[in-house]
């Protein structure tokens, strides 16, 4: 699907993305679980030492993106309230879009009328990144069609599979999109790893590694 870099990353000044990751919440961390699995831990620590930025979404207000980052030691972009809220680290592209006074700037982007589609928060963050650095490539997570907007603003989008909902329409949305194999954080830890995700079980079959 694709590759992260395999040369050691050189730590230098912005811009240094070169891949970005935009991902729900509750694609990330199963919510009847106390923590991160294995798997999602070890293909997200993969993605931090490539310097790759993860661009946590949440379905609400609440800032449980804050709460993941401080548990993964990162600090990046995230988006509450269902996409329509950015929040961005004061100072994160070398500027302020607000006042300096408090540690995170938030946007709320709203529709402009009856019936006309509001700016896309995640559009605009998009946007900036590659403001600063062109040649960036974006990668998305998709479960339901309330993820369309992942999907649709990214270079390589990618469905994880959800056996319990129809998932028909949005595979047919987005026919080149990668559909993994697992479900919810599995699957999103499948896509990051690969082939590294996997081992021969006793039965020779491909079995999830831990």
Same mark, same amino acid.
């Given at each position: 699907?694709?590759?992260?870099?395999?040369?050691?990353?050189?730590?230098?000044? +912005?811009? +240094?993305?070169?891949?970005?990751?935009?991902?729900?919440?509750?694609?990330? +961390?199963?919510?009847?679980?106390?923590?991160?699995?294995?798997?999602?831990?070890?293909?997200?620590? #993969?993605?931090?030492?490539?310097?790759?930025?993860?661009?946590?979404?949440?379905?609400?207000?609440? /800032?449980?993106?804050?709460?993941?980052?401080?548990? $993964?030691?990162?600090?990046?972009?995230?988006?509450?309230?269902?996409?329509? !809220?950015?929040?961005?680290?004061?100072?994160?592209?070398?500027?302020?879009?607000?006042?300096?006074? !408090?540690?995170?700037?938030?946007?709320?982007?709203?529709?402009?009328?009856?019936?006309?589609?509001?700016?896309?928060?995640?559009?605009? #963050?998009?946007?900036?990144? /590659?403001?600063? /650095?062109?040649?960036?490539? !974006?990668?998305?997570?998709?479960?339901?069609?309330?993820? +369309?907007? *992942? #999907?649709?603003?990214?270079?390589?989008? *990618?469905? *994880?599979?959800?056996?319990?909902?129809?998932?028909?329409?949005?595979?047919?949305?987005?026919?080149?999109?990668?559909?993994?194999?697992?479900?919810?954080?599995?699957?999103?830890?499948?896509?990051? $790893?690969?082939? #590294?995700?996997?081992?021969?079980?006793? !039965?020779?079959?491909?079995?999830? /590694?831990?």
């Amino acid at each position: 699907m694709f590759e992260l870099p395999t040369a050691p990353v050189q730590h230098r000044a +912005r811009p +240094r993305w070169p891949i970005l990751v935009v991902t729900p919440v509750n694609v990330f +961390r199963d919510p009847a679980a106390p923590e991160l699995h294995p798997t999602v831990r070890r293909a997200a620590q #993969l993605l931090i030492d490539a310097d790759i930025p993860i661009i946590f979404i949440a379905s609400s207000v609440v /800032r449980e993106p804050e709460h993941l980052q401080r548990e $993964l030691g990162i600090v990046h972009p995230y988006l509450s309230d269902g996409g329509t !809220t950015l929040h961005i680290p004061y100072g994160y592209f070398g500027g302020g879009y607000a006042g300096a006074g !408090t540690d995170w700037e938030m946007m709320t982007f709203v529709a402009r009328g009856f019936g006309v589609e509001p700016p896309s928060g995640l559009q605009f #963050l998009l946007q900036t990144y /590659r403001i600063h /650095r062109s040649d960036i490539v !974006t990668i998305g997570f998709g479960v339901t069609s309330s993820d +369309r907007f *992942v #999907l649709e603003h990214v270079d390589v989008p *990618v469905i *994880v599979r959800n056996r319990n909902i129809g998932q028909n329409q949005l595979q047919t949305s987005f026919p080149d999109a990668f559909v993994t194999h697992f479900e919810g954080p599995l699957g999103w830890g499948e896509a990051i $790893l690969g082939g #590294l995700a996997y081992e021969s079980d006793e !039965t020779g079959m491909m079995a999830v /590694r831990l």
